[in-house]
């Protein structure tokens, strides 16, 4: 093959007064004319000397080019003959299809069809914090000295185990705190051994469903639901079924009944985003259901320790002779979210392979990280942090309440709060609250659009599902004033 010199298009991006170092130059144009197929493969190179010589530059710094690129498999030496481009495009590659066969169908920007859904459908937002995010605690309020000394402790005696990957269930001091926690506090029927260390809800609902169901089985979900639910199950393939939400709960219809889930997503303590409490008839009603037809019930109890009226709820899986029931819980509502831990806790049966599941498809870590959390539970910080905060959110559930009241009177319907770290705002039928959440957020304040919560679109409710826990005080009515003023305008 003959030898050639670089052709001026690529010699001409080659800046030597840019004060980027001449070899890297050298090596990136080289590079991307190759990728871009600007230089052929099997194109001899100039020799390092006479390209050096033609650039007026030392002939080490061409070489280091080479030899970065040589390297990386885009030129090949051949001893006695010089540099060339290596030829690393298979024939077959880049030819048009036989007629015939198969071709995978294209999705706007490359996505799959479901990859498409789930980003179009996403409820992730831009904001995290501030008014009125909902499911954000208040960090500012986080025993931070008390969590550093903690901290400081555990690193003191730390060992080789709290620095590699995690393995199992999660660190058990850590599973014994909370097993201990969910008994007094929850109700909850269980032992250390079955509960295991997540990152969250999001991966507690992610390793069932692995776990437990097929792509294409049924799946009942509440109707309104968490959005993080419904975008874990179809991300697995899941034939998601929305049952509608009354004044107790999941209301299943007779054709419900006739069909039997493989799963079951409630959140019975709490309803999110609603807010009602599943009535005692039906939890009987759905356990007995999941034990005759062979359904798994994920429990989702995400903020139940903030409850402000009556008595505290206990929790479904308490009540479960059947061992049926799946019950999920996470520390991003109650510590922080940034914390990104969460359990789940399984029947007996299923602890040791939930256990090897979980280690299998996420290689767990923040051993460290669980060890002080171990620590601020067993030394009685949470419960008190929890109390604590339980009195800082009812106050402002009022003052969020009573500036709602004073610029609406009964014209809206307040929902949700008894219990919980948000409140939804209903709205006249025919108000547009995706326009009022679209308007709000460009003046960075969050209300998320009730509607969009709905999978059944004829049975969805205009409204705001407003997050306070995180809101000061002295914010709470002037960011409130500023939102009352953008739903007035679409009353």
Same mark, same amino acid.
């Given at each position: ?305 903030? #409850?402000?009226? +009556?008595?505290? $709820?206990?929790?479904?899986? %308490?009540?479960?002779?059947?061992? =049926?029931?799946?019950? &999920? @819980? ?67 559930? #009022?003052?969020? +309440?009573?500036? $709602?009241?004073?610029?609406? %009177?009964?014209?809206?319907?307040? =929902?949700?709060?008894? &219990? @919980? ?71």
């Amino acid at each position: 093959m003959r030898a050639a010199a670089l052709p001026d298009f690529v010699l001409q991006r080659i800046d030597r007064l840019s004060g980027k170092p001449v070899n890297r130059q050298i090596y990136r144009v080289v590079r991307e004319a190759i990728l871009s197929r600007m230089l052929p493969a099997g194109l001899q190179l100039p020799s390092s000397r006479a390209l050096a010589r033609e650039l007026a530059m030392s002939r080490n710094t061409v070489m280091h080019a080479y030899e970065q690129l040589i390297a990386e498999g885009f030129l090949e030496s051949r001893a006695g003959a010089g540099t060339f481009i290596a030829d690393t495009v298979p024939d077959h590659v880049g030819r048009p299809p036989a007629p015939g066969g198969a071709r995978h169908a294209v999705q706007p920007g490359g996505l799959s069809a479901r990859g498409a859904r789930l980003v179009e459908q996403a409820g992730v937002c831009g904001l995290q914090w501030g008014a009125f995010m909902p499911g954000v605690p208040d960090v500012t309020m986080f025993p931070a000295r008390v969590w550093s000394r903690l901290n400081n402790r555990v690193w003191r005696r730390a060992r080789a185990e709290f620095l590699t990957y995690d393995r199992g269930a999660g660190h058990l001091p850590l599973r014994e705190a909370i097993a201990a926690y969910l008994r007094v506090a929850r109700s909850v029927d269980c032992t250390a051994q079955q509960v295991l260390i997540t990152s969250g809800i999001h991966q507690s609902i992610d390793l069932a469903v692995r776990l437990l169901a097929e792509a294409g089985e049924r799946a009942w979900v509440e109707d309104p639901c968490y959005w993080g639910t419904r975008s874990v199950l179809e991300s697995h393939g899941m034939q998601t079924i929305a049952i509608p939400v009354d004044g107790e709960g999941m209301q299943c219809r007779a054709a419900d009944w006739e069909q039997p889930p493989r799963l079951a997503f409630v959140t019975p303590s709490h309803q999110y985003p609603l807010g009602m409490v599943m009535s005692l008839a039906r939890r009987r009603a759905l356990l007995e259901y999941a034990a005759a037809h062979g359904t798994w019930i994920v429990e989702d109890d995400y903020d139940s320790e903030f #409850r402000y009226a +009556g008595a505290p $709820i206990a929790s479904l899986q %308490g009540m479960d002779a059947h061992d =049926r029931v799946l019950y &999920a @819980g996470t520390f991003s509502k109650t510590l922080f979210p940034g914390l990104r831990l969460g359990y789940l806790v399984v029947p007996p049966a299923l602890a040791a392979q939930f256990a090897t599941g979980l280690s299998e498809l996420y290689r767990g870590g923040q051993t460290f990280t669980q060890a002080v959390l171990a620590e601020f539970m067993s030394e009685g910080y949470f419960v008190s942090y929890i109390r604590r905060m339980r009195m800082v959110y009812a106050a402002r559930l #009022r003052l969020l +309440g009573q500036a $709602i009241e004073d610029h609406f %009177g009964d014209s809206v319907r307040i =929902r949700g709060t008894d &219990a @919980g770290l948000h409140l939804a705002l209903q709205l006249p039928d025919g108000c547009d609250d995706v326009a009022i959440s679209r308007q709000a957020m460009q003046g960075g304040c969050v209300a998320r659009a009730l509607s969009r919560y709905y999978m059944d679109a004829a049975r969805a409710q205009p409204g705001l599902v407003l997050g306070y826990a995180c809101v000061p005080d002295a914010q709470m009515r002037p960011a409130f004033d500023r939102l009352a003023a953008i739903i007035k305008t679409h009353l």
